[in-house]
């Protein structure tokens, strides 16, 4: 499997995050959120989106896997949170939501932490969503059912620091 066809170019990618981040400066304007990142997909959006001018955050990332291939909902990762999100305004930053298992489980520990307020922003949102009824505040760009690779997103681990948003081929 390699990255093929291009999906989303570099400057459509950055033209978009520039907006989120004018968008997310605004709503959060005086709150002072602290910006939770999932790692390792959520890395590059995280650091484009985090330079938006008069964004005042604190930030904090959080390493979660679920187990592929199960129908589990067991997540790896979550133990690791730490506990100091009482009364904080949380902005969960992360790559993709797909069946939004992995961000439903965060989402409910973030609130039994005693989190003010939980939001959700995603870099990609597949459009034929499955499982659960989590949805993102903020979405960079819905995309078809097609496992893509690029800007953090990877395949195997490999593919990440592309620039760009790549359908995975074949060969
Ligand atoms: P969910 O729990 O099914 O929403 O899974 C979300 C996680 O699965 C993302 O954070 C990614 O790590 C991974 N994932 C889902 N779809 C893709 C894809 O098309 N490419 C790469 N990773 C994906
Ligand atoms: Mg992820």
Same mark, same amino acid.
């Given at each position: 499997?390699?990255?093929?066809?291009?999906?989303?170019? !570099?400057?459509?990618? !950055?033209?978009?995050?520039?907006?989120?981040?004018?968008?997310?400066?605004?709503?959060?304007?005086?709150?002072?959120?602290?910006?939770?990142?999932?790692?390792?997909?959520?890395?590059?959006?995280?650091?484009?989106?985090?330079?938006?001018?008069?964004?005042?955050?604190?930030?904090?990332?959080?390493?979660?896997?679920?187990?592929?291939?199960?129908?589990?909902?067991?997540?790896?990762?979550?133990?690791?949170?730490?506990?100091?999100?009482?009364?904080?305004?949380?902005?969960?930053?992360?790559?993709?939501?797909?069946?939004?298992?992995?961000?439903?489980?965060?989402?409910?520990?973030?609130?039994?932490?005693?989190?003010?307020?939980?939001?959700?922003?995603?870099?990609?949102?597949?459009?034929?969503?499955?499982?659960?009824?989590?949805?993102?505040?903020?979405?960079?760009?819905?995309?078809?059912?097609?496992?893509?690779?690029?800007?953090?997103?990877?395949?195997?681990?490999?593919?990440?620091?592309?620039? !760009?948003?790549?359908?995975?081929? !074949?060969?």
């Amino acid at each position: 499997m390699k990255p093929g066809r291009i999906l989303l170019s !570099q400057a459509r990618i !950055q033209a978009r995050v520039r907006e989120l981040g004018k968008i997310l400066a605004h709503h959060y304007h005086g709150k002072r959120p602290l910006v939770l990142g999932v790692m390792n997909g959520a890395l590059f959006f995280l650091g484009d989106l985090l330079r938006t001018p008069d964004l005042e955050t604190e930030i904090s990332c959080v390493r979660l896997a679920s187990y592929a291939g199960t129908r589990s909902s067991t997540l790896r990762g979550l133990d690791a949170l730490g506990s100091d999100f009482a009364g904080r305004h949380v902005l969960i930053v992360d790559d993709i939501l797909d069946t939004g298992r992995t961000l439903s489980a965060l989402v409910r520990r973030l609130k039994q932490l005693d989190a003010a307020d939980v939001k959700i922003c995603v870099l990609l949102e597949k459009r034929r969503r499955r499982e659960t009824a989590v949805k993102a505040d903020w979405t960079g760009f819905k995309i078809a059912d097609e496992f893509v690779v690029g800007y953090g997103l990877d395949y195997n681990g490999l593919y990440r620091n592309l620039r !760009q948003v790549r359908v995975l081929r !074949q060969g």
